[in-house]
């Protein structure tokens, strides 16, 4: 169980600037309504999860947000790399 109201959180998140605002799915097993603020709930997914679905929605969440610098501290990403070298099994 959360620490926390679920639904106590997105109101919260709300408050942030856009572009640091988190992007929330809410999972649930309830029916009843909700009245959830749109520019912080993406999406609604009842139980039982359709995982496709929830793969769907994620995938558009992140191709909805703008790309990142990469930090200069972090490794190159993968795609990047090298892609004729042996990989391991």
Excluded: W
């Excluded at 909700?34 to 912080?40: F, I, S």
């Amino acid at each position: 169980m959360p620490a926390c109201r679920p639904l106590a959180v997105p109101p919260a998140s709300a408050s942030r600037p856009e572009k640091i605002r988190p992007v929330v799915i809410v999972l649930t097993a309830g029916n009843e309504p909700r009245d959830l603020n749109p520019k912080v709930v993406a999406g609604t997914i009842r139980k039982p999860f359709d995982i496709e679905l929830l793969v769907d929605t994620i995938g558009a969440c992140i191709r909805t947000l703008e790309p990142f610098a990469q930090n200069e501290q972090c490794p190159a990403p993968e795609s990047d790399l090298d892609q004729t070298a042996e990989k391991p099994n």
